[in-house]
């Protein structure tokens, strides 16, 4: 694939031995059919399984890959920000690295498994996501540190390679701890995310003040029922869910915030939603904008589980597992920017990443047949009803 000779040929770091392992592990990862491990690669590549074994403990600088492959998409002017997030990787055995309690959301519970917190750049008007890092969740002292504190240091080595327009945080209620918000602003960007509705915020004090006395900052809590609705500020609705919104302190972040309070009824009952930022000049309407497009990170962890083999993994040590995720997650990438680039200047379209597998295996599948069968493939890509053979078996759109 030409983009993925392209960015490797910019990492002047890279040999040229890795380079060619590189862009048959990425390029075989976007038409493997099945499972994602060794013996799976090495039966629909050119290289043996055990030479992905030794690859994959080779180490690799993946956040530069995907900067250099996202340049010209970031460059292109558009609003981007970056999302973080964790997912559960199923895995048996007692010697992986990195194996522990995590919590699983498709059981709803905690299980034995492994970890990984990934970074996604966001293109907000594009409504869609791209891969940016990946890093496993090590094992822990719960006495000298928590989970958050790893998130955290994984937002503060990657933070310098993030394009110079992202300028907000993205991240579920789960990151809304006051270490992580502390770290989001040491770093000069701005979290957005979302609070629970007991939630201790204080109204700021915008009445006149008494004559004497130290001037009040505050004035009462902040509670979310209908006589308190009139302090806050309705900004329109969007899609049938009014929008409030106020500039608030919170106790526990102690610094002030901006909240946007959802309403939307169903049926009988109402169900609401309280989200905020600390950037308090930030409107609502962007706020809730920018908090949206959050889910997209939650596709690119189900395309990777689904297509990419994020959860195939036949290695145990800490350096080919980090290879793996971020791989997997890398080839996903590379999929979504051949697609964007195909519909450049079309209607934005859903992608479908199982038509874009077919597609690319079937383009394989002809490539062996013309290096045994003596063919040139040149010719055969050249002619008009290829693009048709390659589309066989693909998902209308």
Known sequence: MPLIDTVLQKMSTVLKPQR??????LTTLMYLPGKANFRNLGRYSELHEKTYSRGFRRSFDFVEFNRLSLAEVVTCGAPFAIAIDSSFIQKSGKHTYGLGCFYNSTRGQAETGLEISTLALIDINYNTAYHFSSRQTPPLDPLKETRVDEYLKHLQQDSSALPTGVRYVLADGYYSKIKFVNGVRKLDLHLISKLRHHAHLRWLHNRPQKPRGRPKQYDGKVHFHLQQESRLENVGEIAGIPLYTAVVNSVHFKQNIRIVYLVKAVGEKIQTALLYSTDIALSALEIYRLYKARFQIEFLFRD?????????????????????FNASMTALNLLKLEDRQRNQGADRSVISIASWKIRKFNEHLFKRFSSYLGLDFSLIKANPEFENLCNYGSIAA
Do not use: D
């Open 304 to 324: 990777a589980k689904q297509f990419t083999g994020l959860l195939n993994c036949q290695a145990r040590c800490q350096s080919a597992l980090h290879f793996h």
């Open 20 to 25: 060619t392992f590189l862009v048959v592990i």
